[in-house]
């Protein structure tokens, strides 16, 4: 004779039912959390502060001896004082900055996304060993190439232009090896799909890959937009004249062997940094979905 298992009763009132654990710390595990979270975010904001701090104020109140939180009357003037400097053109080291910057990551994007998609999707014989020889430019080290460059890039007339910063940054090795990675875990499907609908590499590339890659994208945007930004030492060779510099080598010229004005290297640091905010802010809902979706839309 065989027994069943009584069945439970669905109709029964949810106190009567079987409660689950509950997961997480409860009152007390969310209050630890947001103290830490609380205490992280002071700690990150305390370099800007003083950033802005110091910005607004003179060079005694600075480098005295009797340091306060905040100066004693904000010195709006030296923001006028930073952009009519005649021996830093700081307003044309922003525009220059912006347009290389820009500029380098769009051409990165388009030059290393193509380039990593052939080898990903393209069959050729010799993709692996160009694969190869893309992995072994990140071998060689950028001091053995840099001055070569220069020579290169001296020769064809390009020094105090915007030709010789952007273009010779225009590959990436590192980059190229990321999209080709990306793009073999890309679903095959899509692409077949748009296949049938008559499209080539570079149709499923513009119309299929693209949009559905966006939050990789913006990750790699966001990383290149940030290198060319803080670039200085290929800007510091190239841009010779006032300008041509660009916001880092601007900021070079506030310290000199004779002088350092203090107020000027903060209030130019602080405006500096805004662009790498708001870039960071605009591409952050992006960058988030990236990590939950990987990339690839439901």
């Excluded at 021996?87 to 051409?107: D, I, K």
């Excluded at 992006?286 to 990339?295: N, R």
Aim: glycine share 8%; with cysteine; hydrophobic share 50%.
């Amino acid at each position: 004779m065989t027994t069943t298992a009584p069945e439970t009763d669905k109709s029964a009132p949810p106190s009567n039912r079987p409660r689950r654990a509950r997961r997480g710390g409860g009152v007390m595990g969310n209050t630890g959390l947001y103290i830490a979270v609380s205490v992280a975010a002071f700690l990150f904001l305390i370099p800007f502060y003083i950033m802005v701090r110091n910005a607004l104020s003179t060079d005694p109140e600075i480098t005295g001896e009797h340091w306060k939180v905040f100066p004693t009357h904000l010195q709006w003037g030296n923001f006028s004082e930073l952009f009519n400097d005649p021996m830093v053109p700081f307003g044309r080291s922003l525009l220059n900055s912006a347009l290389v910057a820009v500029l380098h990551t769009s051409g990165v994007l388009l030059i290393c996304s193509l380039a990593g998609y052939a080898l990903a999707r393209i069959p050729y014989k010799h993709a692996n060993k160009v694969f190869y020889a893309v992995l072994g430019t990140l071998m060689v080290p950028t001091a053995v190439t840099f001055v070569p460059s220069f020579v290169l890039v001296s020769s064809l007339g390009w020094v105090d232009s915007y030709r010789g910063l952007i273009i010779p940054g225009l590959f990436s090795g590192f980059t190229c090896f990321l999209f080709r990675q990306y793009f073999l875990g890309f679903p095959k499907e899509l692409e077949e799909a748009a296949r049938v609908d008559g499209l080539g590499y570079w149709g499923a590339y513009w119309r299929v890959v693209v949009p559905n890659s966006l939050n990789f994208f913006a990750a790699i945007a966001t990383i290149t937009f940030i290198s060319g930004w803080n670039s200085f030492l290929w800007p510091l060779v190239i841009g010779q004249s006032p300008d041509a510099w660009t916001v880092q080598v601007a900021l070079s010229n506030y310290m000199t062997n004779q002088t350092v004005v203090f107020h000027t290297i903060f209030m130019a640091t602080a405006i500096s940094i805004l662009p790498l905010v708001f870039v960071f802010l605009f591409l952050q809902r992006w960058l988030v979905q990236g990590i939950a979706q990987t990339g690839i839309k439901g």
